[in-house]
């Protein structure tokens, strides 16, 4: 059992780490003719299509950055273009090279600027950044100073336009399905609860419950307390009034998986679950508010990108449940489901953890 944990974890790690989500993001400011556009491209994305970490130890320096930046700027050069009101503009300077934390980890910037034959009334970005090299990859766009919502950006898909009355919100109800879909230890959370959610406490052990009914009645309880929870947390962290370190928010989101798991297999934790639930989705909230922190949206703004990714993120929960919910009750007597479902897959869950726990508690960072 042991032996088929690990390898059941090892299989769940590789999967985590082939399916993170990918993020780059674009901040265009225009003032009549000028255009600024800002490019934060994550260096794992980077180290993948260019083999920045020259010396193969595993870890990238400023100096391995920094001495392949012409490489970087190149392939940002040919992955992004733009064209103003239907014409294009010509490139005028470049900053110097800088990195940039974000929440996926650090990013290298390119801020250029350009020249447009009138001013500027709309924006049409041909995006094609790591079209052939990662399908899960998106871009993220803003105009500053725009009342429309940021444009999600699909490699491959054609230019898009970005314009001061541009609104996406199904965008962002996407982007929060695929968060989501990408975040493997959100999903694990989700599934240890819904594991149990079909039993009752008793003594130190579970039970089955008496009815279908109070089994949905319990999946209420605990959804809803974490879907509260987080969605105040993500209002907070998104808007920058709630900015907790994000090596120490990763490492408590893994905590509270192994946690969970671990009450699966011996209920140790006190009060109704779904109080623990909710604090626990407290924590989870400021993960879920990376995409959105990044954009560095505030006020009314940031309003309808909120609303869209939160729904999105409850969608992306929904299917969870409809998927394993009606498995559970239909298992939740049997003997498989008691003796070998719910303590292996808490198990393997619960391995897996403290894997991450381990590995975000060490974040590695990039020298200076």
Known sequence: MIRLLLWLSLLLGAAAHAHQASDAYLVYRVEGAAVEQ????????????????????????????????????????????????????????????????HSDGMHAVLVSRWHCPAAVAELAIDYRLFAATDAAHRGLARLVGSAGEPLLLTPGAGPQRLALDSRDLGGFVVEGMAHIASGLDHVLFLVTLLLVAVWRRDGHGWAPRSSARCALAETLKLVTAFTLAHSVTLGLAASGAL?????????????????????????FMPGPRWLTVGLFGLVHGIGFAGPLK????????????????????????????????????????????????????????????????VERSLALQLPP
């Not at 920045?52 to 870890?59: E, F, P």
């Not at 392949?68 to 900053?95: H, M, Q």
């Open 294 to 357: 990044d954009l560095g949206l505030r006020g009314a703004e940031l309003v309808l990108p909120l609303l869209g990714f939160n729904v999105g993120v409850e969608l992306g929960q929904l299917v969870v449940v409809a998927l394993l919910l009606p498995l559970a009750l239909a298992l939740r007597s049997a003997a498989v489901y008691r003796r070998a479902v719910v303590p292996g897959g808490s198990g393997a869950i619960a391995v897996l953890a403290l894997v991450w726990c």
């Open 243 to 267: 900015a907790p370190p994000e090596a120490a928010v990763e490492s408590l989101i893994a905590l509270t998986v192994l946690l969970a798991a671990l009450d699966n297999i011996r209920p």
């Open 38 to 101: 800002r490019l934060d491209i994550a260096l794992l994305d980077l180290d993948r299509d260019l083999g920045l970490d020259a010396d193969g130890d595993g870890t990238l320096s400023w100096g391995e950055v920094r001495s392949r930046w012409p490489d970087i700027e190149a392939l940002a050069d040919a992955g992004v273009r733009f064209t103003a009101d239907g014409t294009a503009c010509s490139r005028g300077e470049r900053t110097p090279p800088q990195l940039d934390p």
